[in-house]
């Protein structure tokens, strides 16, 4: 099993729809969670951190489930401008300090 | 501000060879993470230094090597080089080792083995 499982892709939805993503972590220990954002041939780019009491900033909100292992993310209201590959991370202190990355979902936005 | 810089963006090197890669975090974070990419695939770690010291290490090879200086840049160095060491190299800074506050990374190299 993979330690970071994401939803396969791709996820192709209209403009205004609202989107969710699923992430599956293995390690129980794990410490600190994350989704970044990556566009084609660019660096990741963080989009938000993600806590148990789940947070939201603005059209985007997550969420976590430690008893489940899983992340969440929903997109609201979905512009085109969030075409987009989006990484779900997680970072643990198990035999060292390691920061795991999901192998993404990619996202299209149509008109 | 500046924010994660690397060096160099491109380069290409012949299998055998070896590799030296560059990053400066932003100004005032102590922590330096490595990760390799592969197309279709998300970022694979490879180290984590923190105040000079490493803190984590990825499943690669001895030929990985990495370390960080009393300005807490960073190099990775790779020996050996192998055609699947093709990849983009991202270096990403954080205040911390620990943090809730996520990485920041910097715009990678895109290193090419023939």
């Known amino acids: 099993r993979k330690e970071v499982e994401q939803d396969p892709g791709p996820f192709n939805v209209p403009e205004g729809a609202t989107v969710a993503f699923n992430c599956t972590y293995s390690n129980s220990a794990s410490q600190s969670f994350f989704w970044y954002r990556q566009d084609c041939r660019k660096e990741p780019k963080l989009l938000m951190s993600?806590?148990?009491s789940g947070n939201e900033d603005g059209r985007f909100t997550a969420q976590l489930n430690r008893a489940s292992q899983y992340i969440s993310l929903l997109i609201r209201d979905s512009k085109l401008s969030d075409s987009a590959t989006y990484l779900c991370v997680v970072s643990f202190l198990t035999g060292g300090f390691k920061t795991i990355f999901g192998a993404g979902t990619r996202l299209f936005v149509k008109a | 501000d500046a924010g994660v810089t690397q060096s160099p963006t491109h380069l290409i090197k012949t299998r055998g060879q070896h590799v030296t890669l560059r990053c400066s975090p932003i100004?005032?974070?102590?922590?330096v993470s490595w990760y390799q990419q592969v197309l279709g695939q998300g970022p694979q770690f490879i180290f984590q230094?923190?105040?000079?010291?490493?803190?984590g290490r990825g499943n690669f090879p001895d030929r990985f090597s990495a370390r960080q200086f009393p300005n807490y840049s960073s190099e990775l160095n790779v020996n050996a080089l192998l055609l699947g060491d093709s990849a983009l190299y991202l270096c990403a800074s954080s205040l911390q080792g620990q943090t809730n506050y996520g990485y920041t990374f910097g715009s990678g190299t895109r290193l090419t083995v023939v």
């Open positions: 100004s005032g974070h102590k922590s």
């Open positions: 993600v806590y148990s």
């Open positions: 230094y923190y105040e000079k010291e490493e803190r």
